[in-house]
């Protein structure tokens, strides 16, 4: 009997010493608590674009959050990427009053004395000499007249339109040239220079017939802005073909004068030989050399 209660006793004794064990053990089903929402956060779900990838497995909302309390401080500023001078921004050149040119432009003069005004001068005579020259090449031995019964570009040649496109640019650059002796006029101190280069100024502001070439150009490319095609094409080609080669013409005789002129205030080694004249004649096929 006195064995049956000490084996009674142990029991006892062992169980009080395992309840605090049990106390301390959480619920099968704690309480759930709504942790608070810190300032600025998005409440209810993070939302992503359709197809966006979901965030890694581990990825923390907060980086500086975590057990290591290294990941805690704040990181550490990353130096400037550095630029090479190949990809820094350059400045935007100006914008070209139009991209056409056959290379023969001039931009208004910009110096300030008179030898650099001369030298403008004599700039502008090679390049007005070379477009004349390049133009009159461009319609030697042509018809001088609009494709009979052309009704849409197609109906011109290959050939047709690459003149009228090369005819375009050097419109563009003789366009450059009025505005180039009207820029350089003010301040020629020469009498016979200034005479000679007014002539130039009024027979470049008499030049209209060029600027067919880019109407006709413009109908070849965009003929939608141009109704009725066949009207238009023939009165603008008609127009050029009749009227082009007398005003070039006159404005070369006006740039010759002006290189005899420039010539006598030239230095030495600096004049030019003056350029020989054109013909009366168009260089159409058939119109004969006068």
Not at 110 to 136: C, F, I, N, P, Q
Not at 157 to 173: F, H, I, K, P, V
Not at 231 to 258: C, I, L, N, P, T
Request: proline share 11%.
């Amino acid at each position: 009997m006195d064995h049956h209660r000490v084996l009674v006793a142990v029991a006892l004794l062992a169980l009080g010493a395992a309840s605090p064990a049990f106390a301390q053990q959480p619920a099968a089903n704690p309480p759930r608590t709504k942790a608070p929402r810190t300032p600025g956060a998005p409440a209810g779900k993070t939302l992503r674009p359709r197809g966006a990838p979901a965030a890694q497995p581990g990825a923390a909302a907060n980086p500086t959050a975590g057990a290591n309390p290294a990941l805690a401080q704040p990181a550490a500023p990353q130096p400037a990427a550095v630029v090479t001078p190949q990809a820094q921004a350059a400045p935007a050149p100006a914008a070209a009053a139009n991209a056409f040119t056959a290379g023969l432009s001039i931009p208004p003069f910009s110096g300030t004395d008179a030898a650099a005004r001369h030298d403008y001068l004599r700039t502008l005579a090679r390049k007005l000499d070379s477009a004349t020259v390049a133009l009159v090449d461009l319609y030697r031995n042509t018809s001088g007249q609009p494709m009979s019964g052309a009704s849409a570009p197609n109906a011109l040649s290959a050939r047709e339109r690459e003149r009228w496109t090369r005819c375009r640019n050097l419109y563009w650059d003789f366009s450059t040239f009025g505005p180039g002796i009207q820029s350089v006029r003010e301040g020629i101190t020469d009498a016979a220079l200034a005479r000679a280069a007014a002539g130039l100024d009024t027979a470049l502001t008499e030049l209209d017939a060029l600027s067919e070439c880019d109407n006709v150009s413009s109908m070849i490319t965009a003929p939608e802005r141009w109704d009725p095609w066949a009207q238009q094409y023939g009165s603008a080609a008609r127009h050029f073909y009749e009227a082009w080669y007398g005003q070039v013409r006159e404005a070369h005789d006006k740039v010759r004068a002006m290189v005899v002129a420039l010539n006598a205030v030239l230095p030495a080694g600096r004049t030019l030989p003056v350029p020989p004249g054109l013909p009366r004649n168009p260089p159409y096929a058939g119109a004969g050399i006068r």
